[in-house]
């Protein structure tokens, strides 16, 4: 099955590049970028400062092919794609726990990030530990 999803915004980030970004946000904890929400999408983020920790749900926008298998890199033994974290997977998509610290109009800033500048944001939500 085929669809279609659109960005509800961007990634601000000061890493550039593909290798340049870390391997997930622990180690980046301390790293701060913003999330862009874009105008016809703000009513979306009412309440969301309630929150210490939002999930950002990204595309992989620079990710090129992918293998089933593959070595991780904290492994050398070739393991299945989903049971790693590589980007590169047939739908390229992330999933990466940040810090909220402010919310400004559309400009959501935060704290730790493993995304690239320009990476487009497909969803946010709450992150909510109980849960």
């Given at each position: ?14 890493f550039i590049n593909?290798k340049?970004?870390?391997?997930q946000?622990?180690?980046?904890s301390?790293?701060?970028?913003t999330?862009?929400i ?8 009412n ?9 950002i ?9 992918y293998s ?5 890199r904290?492994?050398?033994k ?12 047939p739908?390229?998509?992330?999933l990466?726990?940040?810090?909220l ?7 959501l800033h935060?704290q730790?990030?493993d995304?690239i ?5 497909l969803?946010i939500?709450?992150?909510?530990k109980e849960?």
């Amino acid at each position: 099955m085929k669809f279609e999803i659109q960005s509800i915004g961007v990634i601000h980030s000061p890493f550039i590049n593909k290798k340049d970004a870390p391997p997930q946000v622990s180690y980046s904890s301390n790293t701060i970028a913003t999330v862009e929400i874009y105008p016809v999408y703000v009513d979306g983020i009412n309440g969301l400062e309630r929150f210490e920790y939002i999930i950002i749900i990204s595309y992989l926008h620079k990710s090129q092919g992918y293998s089933l298998m593959t070595i991780p890199r904290t492994d050398n033994k070739l393991r299945g794609v989903f049971s790693t974290r590589s980007p590169h997977r047939p739908n390229p998509i992330a999933l990466s726990i940040t810090k909220l610290l402010e919310i400004k109009n559309n400009i959501l800033h935060i704290q730790g990030i493993d995304l690239i500048n320009g990476t487009p944001v497909l969803d946010i939500k709450p992150y909510i530990k109980e849960i």
